[in-house]
């Protein structure tokens, strides 16, 4: 073998050839050190330095698992990777070169490299056995030749045998002979006759030198036993003999059997086999019967090892004698080797966004059998949406057949079979694990479509109203939902004022305290974003009701609250049981049950006289009127609501049994019966001008009537409207929730001017009120009755009310 010395002093050449199609050629010594440079590939192909590493150039040695060569990516050398064996890759074929496959991705391209392995002389010759023992008849005559197994040198050309030296002797030389193969061998040719007697047996040192630099030799001694005369040498049946054998044949398995004869007889006939030139490959799988010339198998048998073998034979007599033949033995293959896969390049994890026929990975299938025993067909499942698509030679391209979706299937084992063509057909697996990148895909998605949230009125602030959930299949960031409400106005108002959500959580709280009575429903509109990039997002609205709670009391609208001027109810004395008398108008600003009033009278002049509508505020008369009746009566009424708990208010009602106007002064004593003398006067003083203008207002009464001829107005006769200004400031539901029933009409003659003595007639326009024949009279005509006129005209009616207020 070389030392580091002799490889830093030999002097090699590399030879770069680039072929049409794109395959290189280089040529290098064996056994050079790690890192030595044998050319630059990225020059050879006009790449650039930083495409090799982009597109990931590798180099795989054709059929064998070990790296012996590598690229340098940073400089583009190719360069070897281990130590370089040419006997232990090509044996004694004279010419050893090596396959090599340069991969590119992005796009996949394949080049093929072929390395020249070159030999140095790092093998010396060896014979096969130390010692050779040759025996020679004494009567042999001079020129005679003795065949000499030929020593074996596992280099190849000048690095093999060139020559054989033998020492100095007085009998023999040698004789070197070249083969049609160029392999050397040679003749032990006596050069002056033995004698037995002088000399039994001689001794000679046969040395074989190779052509190599520096040389190398190997030695073996040849004994030569001097006997009586043998003169036939043993000759085989053929001189090639040609065998096929079956790889992986068991042990013992019989090959070939090789026979030869002597035409001696007796010790000098009998023939003994032995192999003269064989291998150490050769010798480990083969065996000879030196009896009968059977060759059979002695170890195992892999045509992928060595696919034929060559064997030399000799057949040799009992005095030495000799003859030698070929054998040859060919492989024949067996499908014993199943597919190899091997992933070259994978990308992992794939984006989901990946189109359809994108390429996420490299596949090489390798089957080291011969012919139809090594094509392979290359396939993966039908279930998932990937394919393997033939490249170049034996690569695979593994693509994307359609779109990615990490929400449905996040991960992927994808198992590639690989099938040769052999009978029987072997086959192989591997699986490949593929995970699916996300990406921001998917926006947040509701549970629902809508929302509805209920509070009560007087919630607090910072109550929650309802909860928002939307989800987001997307992964990590992507499928974070952050919740937000969009800007808007309720009432002129932002809605922030009004509700804010939890980002986090999406639960929503009431920012202020609600009033049923100024808002019943409001909408939010909420927004849940994800945090992907860019991010998506998606709207729900949210509905947000306001429930009444029972927060206002009953507002009495007639009669007017105490405090304003003060109104009087005349009752007919000729009212019967269950006329409408008057009425009580109230509203509730609250909704619903707690808008719903009913009326009760809890204090009356007259307890069993009068009774009031339980839900329409209706005073009604329980019985007929009767003498004994007390002319004023008072009622206390209380209005209630239906909340829980009830609110009420409450008014007091005035009514003047009467049917002659001429009683009315007398219904001061009904508010004011602390100040009876001041009342007196007043009476008095009415009195006194009543009786003065009486007369006066009569006759202007007839004239008027007399020259108009048509029914005046009355004076302040109209039906009872309740003023705008009456009503609360967010009154609702008047009609709806039977807090202000208009089932009546009512006429209302209204005196003016002293603030103490107002007085109020109400008459309906329902005829059910009182029966036909008893109803409040209504015309100027029937106040000039009740006055005692004697013509009945209008005007006389309108002038007794006028001058009764005075």
Sequence with gaps: MFGSGVLRGCVFFFIVVLYAHGD???????????????????????????????????????????????????????VVAERIDREEHCGEKPSCVLKFDLLLEKPLELHRLSLQVQDVNDNAPIFQKDVLKLEIQESAL?????????????????????????EENPHFVFSIQTTSAGTKYGDLVLDKELDREEKQDIKLLLTAVDGGSPRRSGTVVIHVIVLDANDNAPVFSAAVYTATLAENSPINTPVITVSASDADEGVNGDVIYEFSRISEKSQKRFSLNEKTGEISVRGGIDYEEGNSYELFVEAKDGYGLSSEAKVTIDITDMNDNAPVINVKSLTNPVPENASPGTEVGVVNVQDRDSENNRQVRCSIQQNVPFKLVPSIKNYYSLVTTGQLDREV???????????????????????????????????????????SAYVSENNKPGSTLCSVTARDPDWRQNGTV?????????????????????GDTGVIHAVRSFDHEQLRSFKVHVTARDNGSPPLSSNVTVSVFISDVNDNCPQILYPAPEGSSFMTELV??????????????????DSGQNAWLSYHIVKSTDPGLFTIGLHNGEIRTQRDISESDSMKQNLIVSVKDNGQPSLSATCSMYLLISDNLAEVPELKDISYDENDSKLTSYLIIALVCVSTFFLTFIIIILGVRFCHRRKPRLLFDGAVAIPGAYLPPNYADVDGTGTLRSAYNYDAYLTTGSRTSDFKFVTSYNDNTLPADQTLRKSPTDFADVFGGGDGSPEVGTSAIFNLTL
């Design 572 to 589: 007919p004395k000729a009212a019967n049981g269950g006329s409408v008398v008057s009425k009580v108008i109230a509203v509730d600003a």
């Design 409 to 451: 299937v996040s991960d992927y084992n994808i198992t590639i079979t690989a099938t040769d063509e052999g009978s029987p057909p072997l086959s192989s697996f591997k699986s490949v694990q593929l995970s699916v990148a996300d990406i921001n895909d998917n926006p947040p998605v509701f549970e629902e479509q809508s929302y």
């Design 24 to 78: 290189l050629s280089y040529s290098v010594m064996e056994e050079l050190k790690r890192g030595s440079v044998i050319g630059n590939i990225a020059k050879d192909l006009g790449l650039e330095l930083g495409r090799l590493s982009s597109r990931k150039a590798r180099v795989d040695v054709e059929g064998n698992d070990r790296q012996y060569c590598e690229i340098n990516l940073q400089s583009g050398d190719f």
């Design 482 to 502: 952050i919740y937000s409400v969009l800007a808007g106005e309720v009432n002129g108002a932002p809605v922030s004022s009004y509700v804010s959500v939890n």
């Design 142 to 166: 001079k020129g005679a030749r003795y065949r000499i197994n030929a020593a074996h040198d596992a280099d190849v050309g000048t690095n093999s045998v060139e020559t054989y030296i033998l």
